[in-house]
């Protein structure tokens, strides 16, 4: 099982490889260098999770329509070439609004649609596989070996990208982002092959076949509404992570303008804040089967929330040393939280449905990035705007992203995880309605 949960990791982070580039350095240029507007870059950042709504139907594509035998590698494949094709297309989006706004916007619709798209089929159908091929016993475990080698991955990216755009050039940046995704591609390459057993009959297909047929969004999304844990685990989903992913696009840019950091050094925050998440999931890892999964994450965010606090607080007092320590203890307290709530996440789905529940919290992660990040963006202008202060947007950001994290940890406490199989196993309305229209 080792050699596939480290399989697992190479997808895990081929696709977390793509993101990088665009959330840290291509953000951090668009709104110092480039001047462009902080709610334009978000927007545009967050464009991908416009598609998240589709995560919940390929979950479940995925379950009822198997490509050559296989579930989901040609959905992972898929959705790993088109991360690559959004990322060597982003740079130059971004130059390219710089002298012509509508065209620029025109081929970063483009540029971050793809990675959307790539992203919501990939993610979905390599969480499902991560489920199905561990066991419930073997999740937590696949879930450490996931983020940990992801994480890794994000450091090594990050050193690599200030090391490949010292000095800075337009030029060097596009060749950078066209490095990172080659060396993504082949990792996920490498890491799908031989992954998941082929199905060589029709029989093998119906044994793990869901009994829901030919369902539409809606009514998928109607399914997974009509469990009260499983709606109530995605609102929590949602809060929390919209604090906690929604920050990408505001720290690099906030090191430039509070502390005057150049791109190299800002590049430089991903790899501090991804060393404090990896000690986070080693701490997670020793943990795992001694404290419980909801106590776990709400140490985390208690982490988290302090970190937020932190760096808000250094943009008052500009001072480095506060923002580094707020850093540090927001990367632990992500890497907490993650590990543990993924754990919960995959708790949180029923055999027969791994495809759709396991799309369902997918797309509360889109959401939230989306949420997150336009809101994020949205409010640091209007904030600098009324404040003719920078950095007073900035602060205010990270302060409504505390709060969200406050509201999560109110919440953490009424989720029960045997309340929502308890309801899951109940027929919902379509079930019913299946079954009455089958009795007359």
């Known amino acids: 099982m080792l050699r596939k949960r480290i399989q697992l990791g190479m997808i895990h982070l081929a696709v977390a490889m793509t993101l990088v580039p665009i959330n840290s350095t291509l953000n ?34 995925s379950d009822r329509h198997p490509l050559l035998g296989y579930r989901r590698s040609p959905y992972i494949l898929l959705g790993l070439v088109l991360c690559v094709i959004g990322l060597v297309l982003s740079p130059q989006a971004a130059f390219l609004m710089a002298e012509n706004l509508w065209a620029g916007i025109a081929l970063g619709v483009l540029a971050f649609g793809a990675w959307g798209m790539g992203y919501n089929f990939s993610a979905v159908c390599y969480l499902s596989l991560a489920t199905e091929l561990s066991g419930e016993k073997g999740r937590g475990k696949t879930v450490a070996v996931m983020w940990f080698m992801m994480i890794v991955s994000i450091i090594v990216t990050a050193i690599g990208l200030s090391r490949m755009i010292d000095p800075y050039t337009p030029e060097a940046m596009i060749r950078a982002f066209w490095v990172v995704g080659g060396v993504a591609l082949v990792l996920g390459l490498a890491g799908l092959v031989g992954l998941e057993p082929r199905m060589r009959s029709a029989a093998e297909f119906e044994k793990g076949q869901p009994a829901s047929e030919g369902q539409s969004w809606k009514t998928l999304a109607r399914a997974v509404l009509e469990n009260r844990q499983a709606t109530f685990f995605f609102v929590y989903l949602t809060l929390l992570l919209a604090a906690l992913l929604g920050q990408d696009i505001l720290l690099e840019p906030f090191g430039g303008e509070a502390f005057g950091m150049a791109v190299k050094e800002t590049t430089r925050i991903t790899s501090i804040w991804g060393g404090s998440f990896l000690v986070a999931l080693l701490i997670s890892g020793a ?16 982490g988290a929330l302090a ?5 808000a607080a250094s943009g008052l007092l500009l001072n480095t040393s506060v923002f580094y320590t707020g850093l540090v203890l927001l990367g632990i307290g992500s890497g907490i939280s993650t590990v543990s709530n993924l754990s919960l996440m995959f708790d949180m789905t029923t055999a027969q449905k791994v495809g759709l529940f396991i799309g369902a919290w997918g797309m509360s992660n889109a959401i939230s990035r989306l949420l997150g990040s336009v809101l994020g963006g949205a409010v640091r202008d209007a904030a600098s705007q009324i404040a003719n202060n920078p950095l007073a947007g900035y602060v205010i950001v990270f302060g409504l992203e505390g709060l969200f994290v406050l509201v999560s940890l109110f919440m953490l406490g009424r989720i ?9 196993e109940q027929p919902g309305l379509v079930e019913r309605a299946a079954l009455i229209t089958d009795a007359g």
């Open 28 to 61: 951090r240029v668009m709104i110092k260098e480039l001047a462009l507007s902080a709610t334009l870059v978000a927007v545009l950042a967050s464009l991908p999770y416009l598609f998240a709504p589709i995560q919940v139907a390929i979950g479940s594509l």
């Open 287 to 302: 943990l795992e089967g001694r404290v419980a999964k909801r106590r776990m994450a709400f140490w985390g965010g208690v």
């Open 416 to 424: 029960d995880v045997k309340a929502f199989r308890k309801q899951a």
């Open 307 to 311: 970190g937020f606090a932190l760096i």
